[in-house]
């Protein structure tokens, strides 16, 4: 009888033992100590001339690349570095060239109608004067003679033909300035054509483009980060080309936009070349971007471009195109109080944590200072060896 109470009393603490450890709530914490605390932001990039004489895509239209000489090449001035397709060019000069030879046909008709119509109204003013003639060659105007409704036929036929030969001059001087105004227009339809045919022909004579400088030829990335190719459409005025003087090279760094946190001018960088990683170069920001911008086509991700001056060059190593990592130094370490970011909350304008007091966590209000991706700096609020909730606790007392 003893051994079943004792062991049905076992029973029912394990009962009430598991039912206490089912509502133990499991917060993970992190304790607060002084952290050495720096801002390290790291981005990739290449390396680029600071100086580079640019070759700009010729003529007035947008043409074909159809051959691009092999880029990272020694090139003399006078060489040919790219041409451009002549077949589209030459179709469409032709087309503006057949244009205006049926304007100019247009031309030639309209000015046979107007003169044909001229000759009908000199014919009919000669006409009507022989009738004048006429008319007052047997006028008739004595009542003795002739009826009174004889007279006044008369008259009507006089002022028939006076009204008629009013109308011809008007009608004339109409198809003059009608045929002016053909004229007018069919001469602005063909010089639209003319201007556009002499633009074909001027393209078909900068079908080629030379180097206007001895060196290494590097070609130009549109704002995509695209280099021109063959088969590529490319507008007048473009670069498609640099030359770059190797005497001065430089960095050029991107930087995710959420990783660019207090970039500015002067920051010391540290660079490592893909090619030889083994090796370090350091250098310096000179210039960041007001704003960021993506850099491949198609993806929305965008970056801050950063220029960076090399403090060391190596003309052996470095070349235009080389790619590169950075790392760059925001802030140098220093011991900080700092918590991670993940149990920062925000609310009503407030920053504040959840700290732990006994065996229960409450809100307490912080201010924070700088952070990286990782952590943030507590400037009030915090002291060495406080405890903190990582995570939202379930239960917080009422009273804060």
């Known amino acids: 009888m003893k051994t079943i109470s004792y062991s049905l009393f076992l029973l029912v603490c394990l009962v009430l033992l598991t039912a206490c450890e089912d509502k133990i709530e499991t917060i993970p914490t992190y304790s607060i100590q002084d952290t050495e605390f720096e801002i390290r932001v790291s981005g990739f990039g290449e390396i680029e001339a600071a100086n580079a004489q640019r070759i700009l895509t010729p003529g007035t239209q947008a043409m074909a690349i159809a051959w691009l000489a092999p880029e990272n090449t020694i090139v003399q001035k006078g060489d ?17 060239e057949l244009e205006m030879l049926k304007l100019q046909a247009d031309i030639v008709r309209s000015e046979a109608v107007q003169v044909q119509q001229q000759n009908d109204v000199v014919s009919d003013q000669v006409f009507v004067q022989e009738e004048f003639a006429f008319v007052d060659r047997f006028a008739i105007d004595d009542l003795r003679i002739y009826s009174q409704l004889e007279i006044i036929d008369t008259l009507q036929n006089r002022d028939f033909l006076e009204a008629k030969d009013e109308f011809l001059d008007w009608k004339g001087g109409s198809l003059t300035q009608q045929h002016e105004s053909e004229i007018a227009v069919l001469d602005i339809q063909k010089n639209s054509h003319k ?3 002499e633009r074909f022909q001027s393209a078909l004579s900068q079908l080629e483009v030379v180097a206007p400088y001895s060196g290494l030829l590097v070609y130009e990335k549109d704002r995509r980060g695209e280099k021109p190719s063959v088969g590529q459409t490319v507008f007048p005025g473009r670069p498609i080309a640099k030359i770059p003087n190797l005497d001065d090279l430089q960095a050029k760094v991107f930087v995710l936009a959420n990783d660019a946190i207090d970039l500015t001018n002067d920051l010391p960088v540290n ?3 893909d090619a030889f990683p083994d090796k370090k170069f350091d250098g310096y920001i000179t210039n960041v971007s007001a704003f960021p911008r993506s850099i491949e086509r198609g993806n929305p991700v965008t970056y801050y471009e950063i220029t960076v001056e090399l403090n060391q060059q190596d003309s052996e190593i470095m070349q235009p195109g080389r790619k590169l990592i950075a790392d760059i130094q925001v802030k140098t370490a220093s011991e900080r ?3 991670p970011l993940q149990s920062i909350h925000h609310e009503n304008g407030q920053s504040y944590v959840y700290l732990q007091s006994g065996d229960v966590f409450f809100k307490s209000t912080v201010s924070t200072g700088i ?3 990782f952590l943030v700096e507590i ?3 915090l002291s060495r060896g406080d405890t903190i909730a990582l995570s939202v606790p379930t239960q917080i007392p009422d009273n804060n």
Do not use: H, Y
């Open 379 to 381: 400037t009030q609020g």
């Open 195 to 197: 201007t556009k045919f």
């Open 337 to 339: 109080l700092v918590i």
């Open 271 to 273: 660079i490592r070349l």
């Open 80 to 96: 040919v570095i790219a041409r451009f397709d002549a077949q589209q060019i030459i179709r469409d000069s032709r087309n503006e």
């Open 371 to 373: 952070k990286n991706q």
